[in-house]
Every structure is written in C-alpha cells, then in structure tokens.
Nanobody, 121 residues
Framework: QVQLVESGGGLVQPGGSLRLSCAAS????????MGWYRQAPGKERELVAV???????NYVDSVKGRFTISRDNAKNTVYLQMNSLKPEDTAVYYCNAQIRRRPSDYHRNYWGQGTQVTVSS
C-alpha cells in the first residue's frame, strides 16, 4: 500500500515562511513527477509547483520567486519552501505523486491527506 504523508503546515504571519514536506511510503517501483496543489475555500484545486524525477520544476505564476519545490529521491520526499507568504496563499495544500507500483504498471496518481496553511496577522 502506498501512502503520502504530509507535514509542515500551520499559521504564519504575512511575509513569513513555512516548509512543507511529503514522504511516500510503502512498496513501489518508481516515482515520476511529484508536486503540490492547493485548494482555498470556495475555489478549485490548483497546481502550485511540480518537480520531475530529473529535477525540472514548474510553478504557477502567483508563487514564482517566493516558493521553491525540491525533492530527495533517496528519501522519496518532496518539499515546498514557501517564503514571503501572503494571505491569498491560505489554503489546504495537497501533495501529489505519480507512482508506479510494479515495473509492468502505469504511473498512477496518489494524494496526501492535505495540510492547512493559514497566512494571517
């Protein structure tokens, strides 16, 4: 069974920083792209940032220059360093990973349980 376990959310003042972590556990063959999505109240879930297995990254325009995504392939973990946080960054943040459980399988999307990030004074 594959699980994504997130940590690092919380309450922070505008201009502050948080670091989210997401570790994949269980038995699987490989992980392709890993990423972070977020969903604010009353809004659709949106992509925040992704990183490929080779380290290529992509960000939504609203977080460019403020957020940095990275991954440690040896630990099957993806991180999101969030700096200069704004109230509009408030949302539940979800980890996503494309995981192949066996060599003969296709990559399948897995999701974490979500972690709340609140930016408020």
């Amino acid at each position: 069974q594959v699980q994504l376990v997130e940590s690092g959310g919380g309450l922070v003042q505008p201009g502050g920083s948080l670091r989210l972590s997401c570790a994949a556990s269980g038995t699987f063959f490989s992980i392709n792209t890993m990423g972070w999505y977020r969903q604010a109240p009353g809004k659709e879930r949106e992509l925040v940032a992704v990183v490929t297995s080779g380290g290529m990254t992509n960000y939504v325009d609203s977080v460019k220059g403020r957020f940095t995504i990275s991954r440690d392939n040896a630990k099957n973990t993806v991180y999101l360093q969030m700096n200069s946080l704004k109230p509009e960054d408030t949302a539940v943040y979800y980890c996503n990973a494309q995981i192949r459980r066996r060599p003969s399988d296709y990559h399948r999307n897995y999701w974490g349980q979500g972690t709340q990030v609140t930016v408020s004074s």
